[in-house]
């Protein structure tokens, strides 16, 4: 959960409260009162401390030399959901509460027409495709509601912009540049300007990204777009440059405490995240405008010709059942007491005419809002947890292990018992490690990733053998011989018969590296499994009694020839064991060799 750093009297005098306490005098009793409310609201008083405080905890009295310039104010540090976005800020966490306590509605946000134009590049496409816009008009920054704007921008960044990769935001005092902007997509080489940080004069695109390596809060972005052809950048009228997403802003637009006119832009990879974050920063700050809660709406031109006008500010409605609400959170209340408990959650609600459902209205801030379980979370949030009474269920059932999971724990045991030791690899791998270098034909029966990011991790496990060998890989040089290793895990594989196209299997796998192959360690290892399992070792022409396993000449090319077997279970392939192919060994770079065995262990249930 992301911590919120609060100062207490600036919060209290924005919820009208004194909380009976003095200006920066501690007090005991409102911090119980006001971490009482804040557990009524859903989130959680984490730590009363001050600047001071916090700077000699992190790094001990010893090694603070100078304590005069920090303050002595004292600090809420507050703990509050993720998905929590309007909450991050003084402005947003002090408004929420204030609707909360019904001391004020939710706020109706004006959307004024557009007088600004961003064009976007068809170059920016493989980069980063998505920009929104907004401009706040006759904003008045005073210092505190400066350093809470840049503040709630980072913390942004570092949660729903997933550290820059997905969104990215830039903020520019509008008096200072000229429209309409355009957002491009250009070689390094051909970005000038001079950077926000990092150098007082002009550099191209390959100099800043040199610069800013120096740079410790900003070095860790810059893989995100330095080893790209094309640096997305965005220009003014005037060809001056605003940004250069997601890395850092010209000095030239850069925001004071005497801007008047801010132009937020946020460029993505993802639209509907890049709206998210756009709405929160200007919900949130649009209370600082001249014309209290009014956001400037920006035209966005793509290149296939198509317009969009942002931010889109309007609600959505989500409809969901009285009934289900008291059901699922376990309580009687009424349609219309739902209704006013979901309105001091910024939820505005109504009961439709029957009297069952309510019709909840979803303001832009509340994004997190996805599906009626969201509403009944709220409702019993804002019904207060403490009402909500404790019953003994109304059914006497018994937990228990999962029977797959069980199994998958004893054939962990004994595998160790053994002398096995468990790894436990990566679930994606590459197309050709899965087919290729196992000398197994490509059927296509791998479940492949639509954009994936590195060619080590183009597709789902077909089988536990890749990780096994890699694993075999990176010891053998590091540990003596033999190299014992076994896995539990699952495999996924296509399956049309299922609603996602594919299913999971529990297979267990096990490998022996040494100076011979130990192909006896490896059907040993198979035997005391089927033991385990209370399976019987058929011979053929012979019958048995209950479930019985036996062996048949494989033509697994992962193999080596002669020296291979299909494991069948009640006459059903379970599995294959044997020697590893030696070409197979060369391609994993393996100088011993190996014997495996792999096996579903689905069967034994």
Not at 90 to 106: C, H, P, T, Y
Not at 186 to 205: A, M, Q, Y
Not at 540 to 566: C, H, I, T, W
Request: proline share 5%.
């Amino acid at each position: 959960m992301p911590t919120i750093s609060l100062e207490r009297d600036e919060l209290f005098k924005r919820l009208g409260d004194s909380y009976g306490t003095k200006p920066n005098q501690p007090s005991e009793e409102a911090d119980k009162r006001f971490d009482h409310e804040c557990f009524q609201f859903g989130v959680e008083l984490d730590d009363v401390t001050s600047e001071r405080a916090m700077e000699l905890k992190e790094k001990g009295e010893t090694a603070v030399k100078d304590v005069s310039n920090l303050s002595d104010k004292i600090i809420y540090k507050i703990d509050v959901p993720a998905n929590r976005y309007d909450i991050l800020c003084m402005e947003g966490f002090s408004r929420a509460l204030r609707i909360f306590q019904g001391k004020e509605d939710v706020p109706v946000y004006t959307v004024l027409p557009p007088t600004q134009k961003m064009i976007v590049a068809k170059e920016v496409e493989g980069i980063r495709k998505f920009v929104v816009c907004a401009v706040l008009r006759n904003i008045h920054f005073d210092q505190a509601a400066y350093d809470s704007f840049i503040d709630l921008q980072e913390k942004l960044h570092q949660n729903i912009c997933r550290r820059r990769t997905l969104v990215s935001i830039g903020t520019h005092d509008l008096d200072t540049i000229q429209g309409p902007f355009s957002y491009e997509a250009l070689p390094p080489k051909e970005i000038v300007f001079t950077p926000l940080r990092g150098s007082n004069k002009d550099v191209d695109g390959e100099q800043l990204m040199q610069l800013l390596d120096k740079d410790l809060q900003l070095r860790k972005y810059l893989p995100i777009i330095r080893d790209s052809p094309r640096y997305p950048v965005i220009y003014d009228a005037k060809r001056r440059v605003l940004s250069l997403p997601p890395i850092i802003n010209g000095d030239h637009s850069k925001i004071t405490l005497k801007t008047t006119n801010v132009l937020i832009e946020v460029t993505a990879t993802d639209l509907t995240k890049a709206q998210t974050t756009l709405n929160i920063m200007v919900t949130m700050f649009a209370e600082y405008c001249q014309q209290k809660f009014s956001v400037e709406s920006v035209e966005v031109q793509y290149p296939d010709g198509s317009k969009m006008i942002t931010p889109d500010l309007s609600m959505r409605t989500v409809k969901t059942s009285v009934k289900w609400i008291n059901s699922s959170i376990g309580a009687e209340i009424e349609g219309n007491v739902m209704a006013k408990s979901l309105s001091r959650m910024c939820l505005p609600a109504k009961l439709t005419s029957d009297g069952d459902s309510l019709e909840v209205q979803v303001p832009c801030t509340r994004s997190d809002v996805l599906h009626p379980c969201d509403v009944m979370e709220d409702v019993a949030i804002a019904y207060g947890f403490e009402n909500l009474k404790i019953e003994p269920p109304k059914t006497v059932t018994e937990g228990k292990q999962f029977l797959l999971n069980k199994i998958s724990d004893a054939l962990r045991s004994e595998s160790a018992a053994a002398g096995f030791s468990e790894v436990l690899s990566l679930a994606l791998c590459s197309e050709e490690e899965t087919f290729g270098d196992l000398n197994r034909p490509n059927n296509n029966s791998a479940v492949k990733l639509a954009n994936p990011k590195t060619i080590e991790f183009q597709v789902a496990r077909t089988s536990l053998l890749v990780g096994l060998l890699k694993s075999v890989a990176a010891n053998h040089g590091k540990s003596g011989l033999p190299i014992q290793m076994f896995e539990v895990s699952d495999i996924v594989l296509k399956d049309q018969s299922k609603d996602v196209g594919a299913r999971n299997q529990r297979n267990m796998s096990a490998v022996y590296c040494n100076h011979t192959p130990g192909f006896e360690i490896i059907h040993g290892l198979l035997d005391r499994v089927m033991l385990l399992n209370s399976v019987t070792w058929r011979e053929e022409g012979k019958k048995v009694n209950g479930a019985y396993y036996y062996l048949k000449a494989s033509s697994d090319p992962a193999f080596l020839e002669g020296r291979r077997a299909d494991v069948f279970l009640n006459d059903v392939k379970v599995g294959v064991l044997g020697v590893i192919h030696p070409d197979v060994l060369t391609k994993y770079h393996i100088p011993f060799p190996c014997s495996a065995l792999e096996i579903c262990v689905e069967p034994f249930v």
